[in-house]
């Protein structure tokens, strides 16, 4: 079963967080797909874009459809994508500066790599056997636990494809600040899914450091462990 890109209700009574969500999520939404979402008025979700707006949060482009009036499209600003979990702080971007001053660039590159392989090979424990998609659903699980807004949806297959493949999508960075000092780490993450998914094949597919506004990960299954 597929994990679609709905809002997750926060629980704390926070439709504003509930708006930031859905947005990061999606990259942008009118006020209307937010009201269909969040299943409230139209009128009290232009009133919370309006307070989201005042803080600096969102912004909104007019976007023109047809002849009628144009219509409002809100995308989140640096200052909303702050507003969710996507940083582990900026403790670990000064640390790996003083390890770079000290002991050199390429000593931070074997780093990152080692931590990489230790965290691949604690996913591989904690996700254990099962199927492709068992595998995936904790994966994801793990994911967001470390404050990624990860998830999942299968894709369909053609009548000449009979190798299960998904979609892995996270929706924000909890390392964004360590990317952008050292964009390395992301390799380093696509190496560490293909060491967690030995027999799958892991191409990326999208990428919030080249300006999207998300990660993606395609997982197939390899044709000889069909």
């Known amino acids: 079963m597929g994990k679609a890109a709905t809002i997750t209700k926060t629980g ?3 439709t504003k967080q509930d708006i930031l969500q859905h947005i990061l999520k999606q990259g942008q939404a ?4 937010l009201a269909d979402v969040l299943e409230i008025s139209p009128q009290a979700t232009r009133r919370h874009l309006k307070e989201l707006g005042t803080e600096g949060l969102v912004y909104h482009e007019a976007v023109q459809n047809g002849m009628g009036r144009p219509q409002y499209v809100y995308q989140l ?3 909303g994508r702050d507003q ?3 940083d582990y702080g900026e403790f670990a971007v000064s640390f790996l500066h003083t390890l770079a001053e000290t002991a050199g660039e390429e000593q931070v590159q074997t780093v990152l790599e080692k931590q990489w392989q230790r965290k691949a090979q604690s996913y591989r424990e904690q996700i254990g056997d099962g199927s492709l998609e068992q595998r995936i659903a904790k994966l994801v699980e ?3 636990a470390e404050g990624y807004m990860a998830e999942y949806q299968p894709l369909e297959e053609s009548d000449h ?3 299960p493949k998904y979609l892995l999508f996270e929706h924000n960075c909890a390392i964004l600040s360590i990317a952008d000092s050292y964009p390395s780490v992301c390799g380093y993450e696509l190496d ?9 094949t892991v191409e990326r597919t999208h990428w919030l450091y080249n300006g999207e506004h998300r990660c ?5 299954l390899k044709s000889d462990y069909c």
């Open 77 to 79: 600003t640096e200052k």
């Open 142 to 144: 793990l994911r967001q």
């Open 216 to 220: 993606g990960y395609l997982i197939q």
């Open 161 to 163: 494809q009979t190798r």
């Open 30 to 33: 009118t006020a209307h797909e």
């Open 192 to 200: 560490m899914f293909k060491a967690i998914l030995p027999d799958c």
């Open 84 to 86: 969710l979990p996507d």
């Open 12 to 14: 704390q009574g926070s």
